[in-house]
């Protein structure tokens, strides 16, 4: 009976790391899931300025959940880091996600941005060039 190697007794006695596991956008397919955490880690290198971090789509989908109930909260929830809203991060997000992934995000994203339409005021003193959602109030 052949007997196992030290180096194969060590590895199988090994820790093995529990890694954070990413946040999942629920009610997405899996293979929207997929295409997000590829932009998630694509963009990674650069996560304090423009780029995203694995799960930032899901948090940021969670803020803008908490800022379309209540929308006096939503100066509460931009990123830590950055300083990017929420809406922000997932307008970013929808731009360069492909145009399947992005229509079942958006499907998401759509009936909170009507929900925080309706529990708003727009801002008419606000300037132009900012988007929609910081231009109410």
Do not use: Y
């Amino acid at each position: 009976m052949p007997h196992k190697r030290p180096h194969d007794l060590r590895l199988l006695a090994s820790h093995r790391p529990h890694w954070r596991s990413v946040p999942h956008v629920p009610g997405l397919p899996a293979a929207v899931q997929q295409e997000i955490a590829q932009v998630e880690l694509r963009t990674a290198a650069n996560w304090a300025g423009a780029g995203l971090w694995p799960g930032a789509v899901a948090e940021a989908l969670s803020g803008w959940t908490s800022s379309s109930r209540d929308p006096a909260q939503r100066h509460f929830h931009p990123c830590a880091c950055c300083g990017r809203s929420s809406r922000g991060l997932l307008d970013e997000v929808l731009a360069v996600l492909p145009a399947p992934a992005a229509r079942a995000l958006g499907r998401l994203i759509e009936p909170l941005d009507e929900d925080f339409r309706a529990r708003s005021l727009p801002n008419p003193s606000a300037s132009q060039d900012l988007p929609w959602w910081t231009r109410r109030v």
